[in-house]
């Protein structure tokens, strides 16, 4: 069984007039124990929205329509609020984007572990507590005595270390890192990107890393979820996903990315703009940037085709051989 | 850099202020036009010995600043022998001068009046804190609810209320149920004991309420907005992640990040602090600090005035001052900066 | 300019909060205008007034009874407004202008000017203010003039620092760089650029301080430090206070204050208005109710298989 075996989950957000605005539609994945999945996108196609429904941190005008969230058999979306906060950071936690606020700045690092420590019920004894936050922090290499250090007292990357460390205080099952290396200098990135795959492997974390960047998928993701304009357009191995996408928007966003390999080709890029949420077409929802649209495709939502063993297509491309 | 350059800059800051206002004291006393003390000095009803006197009792043969002759001459000590180096040694030895009316020195009876105001004073801002506060975090936590609505309404209309004439209101509603003027019943002494105390306390209770009521509700709003902030940073939803309560959350994360503004406000807001207390001493007749320069006013006495004047600028000045040390221990990124 | 500020007035329009405060506030300015058509006597004219007259209470003929000469309380307070908000308006256009000019200069030129002045404000900011209005009117003698002069000269100081710390972080931006490079001389640079932008927040500070400046002449007067020449509602307030607060004549202590509160809440609700269009606050945070963010949720029966897609 898959540790976390997210299926249709649908999240809107209200307006001030009452209307709800559909962030995310339908999104269905698994992660495994021990392996990594990477939510691929552009900005604002939903990736974060779906990552807070999954810990229901929404924000106040965030609304889950639908959906069930399977953690190690338990679904999320049917615990009370009480028994949620028990199962945040204990079970699944999550590093967000921009670690530069996400401390706060008048405590030190060390409390702020400790603190997830004694609330959760790992540590009971504050010496203790303050010895484990040691342990954390020397994990994801920084020196245990910097823990009583204040938070802009640690440099961008160190700082997001920290948030690693936090996060995996209470030991999770999951693991989410929201864009964990945007905003970092290049050298930092790989260095954060080799803790979280080193992390995952001794710790046999399931992780989620949600990014923009495909050579960060590329680096550390054993599968692959493409999103476009909050659907899932295409989902399956790093190798299927990179080597033979099927989702026209999965092909040109490849593309798009310059190659090493052919330094002089022409960089790529696609025309126009994701859909605004309410303007939201009613059929698939690239077809209006799609350069193989057919009719087919503005009147009808495909619905995700199992192509290959484990790799999911939502194309009409595909849908028409079912017939 | 360290904390102790924060602390140098703050320091030095303050002490130059003080200096300033010194100068700026002396200088608006004796070099205005309608000089007050010339004035007197030149009044037709006093006898040319008590003329004489007052003129170098105050020193008014001696220049202004400096002597530019002597200092041509050299004698540099001597040309500094003026009525402002007068003033500055006197200030030294704690001297005010003496008040025109009363004769007795100004120093003395600052000493007699301050505590009352001390007193008044931190009475209604230890309240105005305590309800700001509170209130400042319900309203910003219950944003956009009809108990917010109904605080920042409070509010909004209790700043457009001037001090003295919330007093007035008060005075009258409380007539008869509270006494309403002077520090206590005629005939009371501190020698008797328990029930002086008690009679002084009854009479503070108007006055301290009137200044807490003012001072409220420039809390409440400054809280609000802060908490409101705060309660929106990354590091919220953070703690919010990490599976803690509301309860624990503003306890742990938010309380402490609100306070740092409020810090800065109540030293900002001490020279409006002041002048309330003018305003409340006047109306409940408090024999304090503020009647006392409402008094000196009226009755022309300049000494008074600008002792008191120096008295209330240096108070908020320091007060100042330890708000920024307070700053400074509260928020550890100002110990680096 | 002129469309940003349609813009605004037409955001205006649509908050109730506002538009009370503007009506509260024009009322009043209207009233004072009109005064000689509102006011049922002529506070100036000499009467023949009985002993009984004095303090006398409310009746038909005098709607809010008499002050301690024997004189009409609502004539004096109609006429009163217009010297009220003469100087609250006069004082606080001085102050927003002086205010807006250091503002401008400090934090466009930087530097040591612009330090020094940023130190004066400082100082400014540090002395009591009351105390020093009664300090320099007690010295300088009264008159309505002084004033104005003194609560104008004193209270430009937030505007200022205000005003600099916008124009600090527009001297950055594209249009002003953009501006300079083509050879734009300063003074250009900052009335086209820079002012246009920082406008619409001192409009919004200025019908703040206005109210202020009301209140800080109310205070004066009452003290006894206003111009004894012209009855503004602090002066009656100071009469009253003195003269009839033994005799609990409520018509005459009253409604002087009350026309303070109402002209000063009028300008608050004006402002913050205006405060919240130009620089909108934050309407959320984290802590709110977490229940409501399944209230639209469709639970899938459980048994109930969805129409999983397969091959």
Known sequence: ?323 | MQQSDFLIRKISFALATIVAVIIFNFFLFRVLPGDPIKAIARSPRLTREAREKLRIDFGLDKPVFFDVLRLKEGDVIGAFDSQFTSYVKALLHGNLGISFRSRRAVAEVLKERVWRTVVLVAGGETLALVFGIALGLVSAWRRGTRLDMTILLWSLFSWGLPTFFLGIILLILARGYLPVGGMVVPGLRPSDGWEYWIDVGKHLILPTITMAIVYTSSYVMIMRSTAVEVLSEDYILTAKAKGLSTFRIMRDHALKNAMLPIVTMVALNLGYTVGGAIQVETVFSWPGIGQLMYKSVMLRDYPVLQGTFLLLAVSVILANLMADLLYSVMDPRVRAE | MKEQLQEIWRTFRRKPMGMLGTFMLFSVVFIAIFAPWFAPYDPDAIIHVEPEDLLAPPDAEHLLGRDDAGKDVLSQLIYGARVSLTVGFVASFMAMFIGTTVGLVAGYYGGRIGNALMRLVDFLLVIPDLPLMLVFISIWGRGLWKIILVIGLLGWTTTARLVRSQVLSLKERQFVLRAKAIGASNFRTIMRHIFPQVLPIILAETVLSISGAIIAESSLSFLGLGDPMLVSWGMMLNFAFERAISRMAWWFLLPPGFAIVWVSVGLVLMGSTLEEIVNPRLKTHHLFDPGRMLELFKVASPGLKRPEVTE
């Not at chain 1, 997210?6 to 209307?19: A, K, M, N, P």
């Not at chain 1, 049917?78 to 949620?84: D, K, N, V």
């Not at chain 1, 922090?137 to 460390?165: F, K, T």
């Open chain 1, 1 to 323: 069984m898959a540790t976390l075996d997210v299926r249709h989950l649908s999240v809107s957000y209200l307006t001030d007039e009452g209307v709800a605005l559909n962030a995310a539609e339908d999104i269905s994945f698994q992660v495994d124990q021990g392996k990594s999945l990477g939510i691929v996108g552009e900005s604002g196609c939903g990736k974060t929205t779906v990552m807070l429904a999954l810990l229901r941190l929404l924000p106040e005008a965030g609304r889950i329509m639908e959906g069930q969230v399977l953690l190690d058999g338990e679904d999320l979306l049917q615990c009370s609020e009480a028994e949620m906060r028990n199962l945040r950071w204990s079970k699944i936690s999550i590093v967000f984007q921009g670690a530069m606020n996400a401390l706060n700045p008048v405590r030190t690092i060390e409390s702020q572990i400790v603190e997830v420590l004694r609330i959760h019920g790992v540590e009971g004894q504050s010496q203790q507590a303050r010895v484990r936050a040691g342990e954390l922090l020397e994990l994801v290499g920084i020196p245990p005595e910097r823990g009583r250090q204040y938070p802009h007292q640690y440099s961008g990357g160190m700082r997001q270390r920290a948030m690693i460390a936090m996060a995996l205080a209470c030991n999770p099952r999951v693991l989410i890192a929201d864009e964990p290396t945007t905003a970092l200098d290049v050298m930092i990135q790989a260095q954060i990107l080799n803790l979280l795959r080193k992390l995952q492997k001794s710790l046999n974390l399931a992780l989620i890393i949600v990014t923009h960047d495909l050579g960060v998928v590329a680096e550390i993701c054993d599968d692959v979820l493409v999103m476009y304009s909050g659907t899932v357009v295409e989902t399956g191995s790093s190798d299927a996903i990179f080597n033979h996408p099927r989702h026209p928007y999965t092909e040109r966003l490849l593309q798009a990315f310059p190659d090493i390999e052919s330094p002089n080709a022409d960089l790529v890029s696609i025309p126009g703009n994701p859909p605004r949420l309410d303007e939201l077409p009613p059929g698939c929802r690239f077809a209006p940037r799609c350069h193989i649209a057919e009719e087919r495709c503005h009147i009808e939502v495909p619905k995700p085709i199992e192509i290959e063993h484990r790799h999911w297509c939502a194309c009409h491309l595909y849908t028409g051989r079912r017939e």
